[in-house]
């Protein structure tokens, strides 16, 4: 599979914010990002707008773009969005999903638990998710929940890379709501995915507050 230019500007500009190295408000200046990427601006670009679609960037009075600082509201209520769209996705699959692909969850859920990379973990989690999203057969819900994964993946990519605590304890959760699918129960399933979203909720709000507790405190002008 070829990995284009503007994948990768994206994903290394989302690394960059989510590890503190560019702070909110600083600029995203197209031309120094492709001298630094040896790239045209054309690809910068798409980055640029695909990280302001995922809520970490934004366009200020002259079109120029600047890290997003995120508000506690804004993550709890992004948070709070997808995991009721999430937990009906998950209701849906509960029912829907095939025997075939419920035991596909299984080793999904069972390789997770031999992984104890940070990276190789987060991607991990996004099968997970995917395999619940595909087995749920809602492309409308699906579609919405896109657009709110696009938003939260790098807070939940921070969650394994940042907290110690938090891989195990996803393992644990993936374990229980796959168990509760494949046993068909459906409300268990909403329950568990609902409670799910939340720890990660939990531990994104920890990491934006010690992001703006480590913010250099600007002289007065």
């Not at 989510?18 to 001298?35: H, Y």
């Not at 600082?69 to 009906?88: K, N, R, V, W």
């Not at 859920?109 to 057969?137: L, M, W």
């Not at 819900?141 to 890379?161: G, I, Q, V, Y």
């Amino acid at each position: 599979m070829i990995i284009r230019a503007a994948d990768c500007i994206f994903e290394s500009l989302i690394e960059t914010i989510m590890v503190g190295k560019l702070a909110a408000g600083e600029p995203l200046v197209e031309k120094s990002l492709a001298e630094k990427f040896g790239v045209s601006r054309t690809p910068v670009r798409e980055a640029l707008h695909r990280l302001a679609q995922a809520g970490l960037a934004e366009r200020g009075t002259r079109r120029a773009y600047f890290v997003r600082e995120m508000a506690p509201e804004d993550l709890s209520e992004l948070f709070e969005a997808t995991g009721e769209i999430e937990s009906a996705l998950a209701a849906l699959a509960a029912k829907r999903m095939s025997e075939i692909e419920r035991r596909h969850l299984m080793l999904i859920v069972d390789s997770g638990d031999a992984c104890d990379d940070p990276t190789a973990y987060s991607d991990i989690n996004r099968q997970f998710h995917e395999a619940i999203k595909s087995g749920a057969r809602n492309s409308t819900l699906a579609s919405t929940l896109d657009e709110l994964s696009m938003r939260t993946f790098a807070w939940r990519a921070a969650n394994f890379r940042e907290d110690s605590r938090r891989l195990a304890s996803s393992r644990s959760e993936h374990r229980q709501i796959a168990d509760a699918i494949l046993n068909l129960d459906v409300e268990m399933t909403r329950r568990l995915v609902c409670s799910h979203v939340a720890s990660s909720y939990l531990v994104s709000s920890d990491i934006l507050a010690r992001r703006k507790r480590e913010l250099p405190v600007k002289p007065n002008a």
